[in-house]
T-cell receptor, first 110, second 113 residues
Framework: DAKTTQPTSMDCAEGRAANLPCNHS???????VYWYRQIHSQGPQYIIH???NNETNEMASLIITEDRKSSTLILPHATLRDTAVYYC???????????FGRGTQLTVWP | EAGVAQSPRYKIIEKRQSVAFWCNPI?????LYWYQQILGQGPKLLIQ????????DSQLPKDRFSAERLKGVDSTLKIQPAKLEDSAVYLC???????????FGSGTRLTVV
């Protein structure tokens, strides 16, 4: 079962930062936080992952709290193409099962 | 690099019929997964292969679903006989080493009527 809690939906103005929260209060010490997104009619797409340090790549930034019980995915300048369902997942590694919850529907409006 | 290829893209069948889906993972990816995604829900793992061996099939309804991965490359997922509740998108994914996550295909949308 999914071990994360996310808001059902959020919206954001184009060009603004989108901050997507995720609670994972039962995360274990060896579990990573992964973020995927799914654009309509496509398969999920890997975005970023982290263990305890903040991470940044060309797509997004991941901020993990010091106690690791929650995290925030940041899309610094959201575009209309970022409209998607965003999934927060905790897992030891992706070589095993990933539990997808219902995710957060992010809608970016012009 | 080429992505994960799946076919067909769409399939409509009547209940009690059989259906098969095909997946070609990214070249060199040893791990292959099949997920089922029912409308409005997140994907659910059905089966995981490491090369041509099954690692985890605990969520696969084995009375009607079967999957194989011949020669550790392509994979097929079969449903026989199909039920109305099997209507879903079937996603295939592959992974090289797990560190940077899976790569998913676009899926096959199955409608059982």
């Amino acid at each position: 079962d999914a071990k994360t809690t996310q808001p059902t939906s959020m919206d954001c103005a184009e060009g603004r930062a989108a901050n997507l929260p995720c609670n994972h209060s039962t995360i274990s010490g060896n579990e990573y936080v992964y973020w995927y997104r799914q654009i309509h009619s496509q398969g999920p797409q890997y975005i970023i992952h982290g263990l305890k340090n903040n991470e940044t790549n060309e797509m997004a930034s991941l901020i993990i709290t010091e106690d690791r019980k929650s995290s925030t995915l940041i899309l610094p300048h959201a575009t209309l193409r970022d409209t998607a369902v965003y999934y927060c997942i905790v897992a030891v590694s992706t070589l095993g099962r990933l539990y997808f919850g219902r995710g957060t529907q992010l809608t970016v409006w012009p | 690099e080429a992505g994960v290829a799946q076919s067909p893209r769409y399939k409509i069948i009547e209940k009690r019929q059989s259906v098969a889906f095909w997946c070609n993972p990214i070249s060199g990816h040893a791990t292959l997964y099949w997920y089922q995604q029912i409308l409005g829900q997140g994907p659910k793992l059905l089966i995981q292969f490491q090369n041509n061996g099954v690692v985890d099939d605990s969520q696969l309804p084995k009375d009607r679903f079967s999957a194989e991965r011949l020669k550790g490359v392509d994979s097929t997922l079969k449903i026989q006989p199909a039920k109305l509740e099997d209507s879903a998108v079937y996603l295939c994914a592959s992974s090289l080493d797990g560190y940077y996550g899976y790569t998913f295909g676009s899926g096959t949308r199955l409608t059982v009527v």
